[in-house]
């Protein structure tokens, strides 16, 4: 029995230190999310989903907005939106990742989607469906190997992703995606695919007051760390048709919202000549752009 355990136990710690090993090396490929969470607390935040995740990239921002007061450098700590929507859990996990500055800088990305009660949504009695997902189901965001992550979100490992190495996590949050469309033709599939996801968004999602006002508390809890910009961001057309069929006036609400609150509201939402690769994400090409053309905006507003 003595003996069984003691290989037991040889067993566990190799298999630990294999483990650590491939998280410090290949983290950035196996995982979207991981190496959000081996970072240090960070000052300055680009938040909301996959759409300001490929986006907005931070180390455009640092060049552009060097000199302009901040507290940089900037780290994307956007996810997607089957993992995200503003909430509570979303708030609470910005509180842990969040260095408190009175300088910080915070985008914040916007749209229709993610003000929504969904499937397991009960949110009149506190539940959020997000709850058991990234990064709300995490305790610590902070540390590196981090085992927290692996032991609760092992799905959402793609150990192949090492050897393919199509899409990398870079240590500021940012997820540069290299499998773009070669051709017209895989362009309009990949985006009549995004088309048809929102569509069904739109039949089974509502609108929700009360993730509006976990919104408001959010931005409020952040601007007492800095300045606090909220962005709509860029769509092709049939996407933009989409989400104006399901909310109207959105826009009109976040500019009363965005004035309430004291803060800017910037909407490229109707700007078309970003370069997405599916209609719904900008592509690392075009981010660099889409994020060089926000920091000019940002200046702006200062």
């Not at 910037?266 to 997405?276: L, R, V």
């Amino acid at each position: 029995m003595k003996n069984f355990l003691t290989k037991a136990v040889v067993f566990f710690m190799l298999t630990m230190v294999g483990l650590a090993f491939m998280l410090l090396k290949y983290g950035y490929f196996v995982d979207y999310f991981y190496e959000k969470f081996t970072t240090p607390r960070q000052a300055s935040l680009i938040l909301g989903d996959s759409r300001s995740m490929q986006g907005i990239q931070p180390r455009v921002i640092n060049r552009e907005l060097k000199n302009e007061g901040y507290h940089l450098p900037m780290f994307n700590y956007s996810f997607t939106i089957a993992q995200i929507n503003y909430g509570k859990p979303y708030t609470e996990s910005i509180k842990k990742k969040l260095q408190p500055s009175k300088n910080g800088l915070f985008i914040v990305s916007v749209n229709p989607w993610l003000f929504t009660e969904r499937e397991g949504d009960d949110l009149k009695n506190g539940i959020y469906s997000e709850s058991s997902s990234p990064p709300n189901n995490m305790t610590f965001v902070n540390c590196n190997p981090n085992f927290e992550y692996f032991i609760r979100n092992f799905k959402y490992f793609h150990f192949r992703s090492v050897i393919k190495q199509t899409a990398e996590l870079h240590k500021d949050g940012w997820l540069e995606e290299s499998n773009l469309p070669r051709d017209q033709k895989t362009l309009e599939s990949w985006k009549n695919n995004q088309v048809l996801l929102y569509k069904s968004f739109a039949e089974k999602w509502k609108k929700s007051e009360i993730r509006k006002n976990d919104f408001i508390s959010m931005v409020e809890f952040l601007k007492k760390n800095g300045k606090v910009i909220l962005v709509r961001m860029p769509v092709d057309p049939q996407l933009f048709s989409v989400e104006y069929a399901f909310w109207s006036n959105f826009d009109s609400e976040m500019d009363d919202l965005s004035k309430r609150m004291s803060v800017k509201y910037i909407n490229f939402s109707k700007d078309n000549k970003y370069q997405t690769y599916d209609g719904n994400h900008i592509d690392k090409h075009g981010g660099i752009v889409f994020t060089k053309e926000l920091c000019d905006s940002i200046k702006i507003v200062r």
